[in-house]
Nanobody
Framework: QVELVESGGGLVQAGGSLRLSCAASGRTFESYAMGWFRQAPGKEREFVAA?????????YYADSVKGRFTISRDGAKNTVYLQMNSLRPEDTAVYYC???????????????????WGQGTQVTVSS
């Protein structure tokens, strides 16, 4: 049974930084792609970033976060990170970690392609 547990959310001022963590357990993830999504109140869930667990260097970002957010993974700790810098009020949302049973990042922005989800962590950016 795959389990994903997010942490690291909180309240931060605009321009500040947060690092989200996603602790993954239940199996080995070398054949997985890992993603971060977010959902703001009244809006649909949207893609943020994804990483190929095997390579670690194969990543993909939504245009809205490119250059500000960085996704990475630590294989030894079975953890995926989302470093968020230069935060904006529009980044306020519940952030979800997700796992997909493929190394490919094709169609990685579609949340229907992910097989496992965490419970989410709230990020609030004040202006």
């Amino acid at each position: 049974q795959v389990e994903l547990v997010e942490s690291g959310g909180g309240l931060v001022q605009a321009g500040g930084s947060l690092r989200l963590s996603c602790a993954a357990s239940g199996r080995t993830f070398e054949s997985y792609a890992m993603g971060w999504f977010r959902q703001a109140p009244g809006k649909e869930r949207e893609f943020v970033a994804a990483v190929n667990w095997w390579s670690g260097s194969s990543t993909y970002y939504a245009d809205s976060v490119k250059g500000r957010f960085t996704i990475s993974r630590d294989g030894a700790k079975n953890t995926v990170y989302l470093q968020m810098n230069s935060l904006r009020p529009e980044d306020t949302a519940v952030y979800y970690c997700a796992a997909r049973r493929t190394r490919s990042l094709m169609a990685t922005m579609d949340d229907r392609n992910y097989d496992y989800w965490g419970q989410g962590t709230q990020v609030t950016v004040s202006s």
